[in-house]
């Protein structure tokens, strides 16, 4: 057993006003791997770019195809939510 640390946030400020998404192959929980067999192929490497309003705390995502737009709600990250 080892020793915890829990270092609590007092702010967090966004760098940039955009964020990123991405999906690849053989990567994630949506895909197979050598040790996760799953019936569909492997996903295609695809990028995503959203317009984040510091404001609103929305997130403006643009599909790759079909020309839909939405607004999305963001919440900061900090790699653990518990």
């Given at each position: 057993m080892g020793d915890t640390?829990?270092?609590?946030?007092?702010?967090?400020?966004?760098a940039r006003d955009w964020a990123?998404?991405?999906t690849g192959p053989l990567f994630g929980a949506l895909t197979a791997t050598h040790r996760t067999a799953l019936l569909n192929q492997?996903?295609?490497?695809?990028?995503?770019?959203?317009?984040l309003d510091r404001v609103d705390g929305t997130c403006l995502f643009r599909a790759r195809s079909g020309g839909f737009t939405g607004e999305l709600p963001w919440t900061r990250c900090t790699g653990w939510s518990g």
């Open positions: 640390l829990a270092v609590p946030f007092i702010e967090i400020t966004l990123a998404s991405t492997p996903l295609p490497e695809i990028v995503w770019i959203g317009e």
